[in-house]
């Protein structure tokens, strides 16, 4: 849900601009090869992606744009920083602890600024023609079209899109005293729930620039601060995110414990009774059950009670790979 509404944020942006968004349907190894003959593609821009499956996605398009003739424009905006650059300042190796991922990013230059907000006047040298039937060929599909049920279904807790985004960047950066002072906020039980400026999705699923963040934080403590350098731990979350793309994207099995190099090869006990009740809520443990409960109803659950309900899975109770976990 939180994808879709995003899709149909950004089209209704376009539409402010004369434009429209198109949602092709279909496998891309299918779907480009017709499309770059259909519209007469010159040109294929996207950005880049670091993760295992996408390069080996994005690699295939990539063959299929060059056999076809059409130029091929990669744009890595999804990360701060040049991961492949951080692995060859590291001996060609990703660093595996966050104080050597600190070290070797002290040493570069600082990220990219972000571009500046598209305006009507570049969409005029890209115009497209908008049939009538737009909506029903190339429209945002509905839950129901991509097969989920929505009866019942209780209103979003996150709602998706750049403009929600945008509105919450904001409301995260009103709290000067945390900039100035770059704490960690204190937790309390209100802390659980879903904050009206967490960020977290959006930077996920690109809805916001994490470099449009890094800039405002940074122009707002030199503000606050008096022209002073921020401090690598204002960025805490943001590079904490870095390390972890660094750390996946030359590994394809980073997400699976066999045949990965850098995770610990442990016996876990497979308990398929025991994973059901975990994943039900059904454990007898009211915190651990109440997490999973708010999981199934809600499809997210804050970072710590995340951590609590893993640790419970894993090392903490039951001994069941945290592989299982995450295919729940």
């Known amino acids: 849900r939180f994808l879709l509404q995003s899709l149909e944020d950004l089209d209704n942006s376009l539409r402010k601009l004369n434009s429209r968004l198109f949602v092709v349907r279909g496998q ?13 593609v010159t040109r294929l821009t996207f950005e880049y992606d670091s993760e295992p499956f996408g390069k080996e996605r994005d690699a295939a398009i990539v063959k299929l744009a060059k056999e076809a003739g059409v130029e091929v424009v990669i744009e890595n905006s999804h990360t701060l920083y040049d991961l492949d650059r951080i692995i060859e300042l590291n001996g060609h190796k990703p660093p595996l602890t966050y104080k050597r991922f600190q070290a070797i990013i002290s040493r570069m230059e600082l990220p990219k600024k972000p571009v500046s907000t598209v305006m009507s006047q570049q969409m005029e040298t890209c115009k497209v023609d908008i049939q009538e039937n737009h909506d029903d060929v190339y429209g945002v599909p509905s839950l129901e079209e991509l097969g989920f049920p929505t009866d019942g279904l209780a209103p979003a807790v996150w709602q998706g899109g750049e403009t929600e985004a945008l509105a919450r960047l904001d409301k995260h950066l009103e709290r000067k005293a945390w900039v100035a002072n770059y704490e960690r906020p204190r937790m309390n039980a209100n802390s ?23 800039y405002r934080l940074w122009e707002l403590y030199k503000k606050v601060k008096r022209n002073s350098m921020p401090p690598l731990s204002l960025y805490g979350q943001l590079l904490w995110r870095e390390f972890f793309y660094t750390a996946a994207t030359n590994n394809p099995k980073f997400d699976r414990m066999e045949g990965n190099p850098i995770c610990i090869q442990i016996p876990w006990d497979k308990n398929p009774e025991a994973l059901a009740k975990w994943a039900e809520g059904k454990t007898g443990f009211p915190w651990i059950d109440a997490i999973m409960t708010q999981l199934r109803q809600e499809g997210w659950i804050h970072h710590l009670a995340r951590h609590a309900v893993a640790c419970f899975l894993t090392r903490g109770d039951l001994w069941i790979s945290w592989e299982s976990g995450v295919r729940v």
């Open 192 to 214: 659980l729930l879903a904050s009206p400026t967490g960020l977290s999705p959006y930077l996920r699923f690109g809805c916001l620039s994490c470099r449009l963040f890094y």
């Open 28 to 40: 891309p190894t299918d779907v480009f090869p017709r499309l770059f003959k259909e519209w007469g």
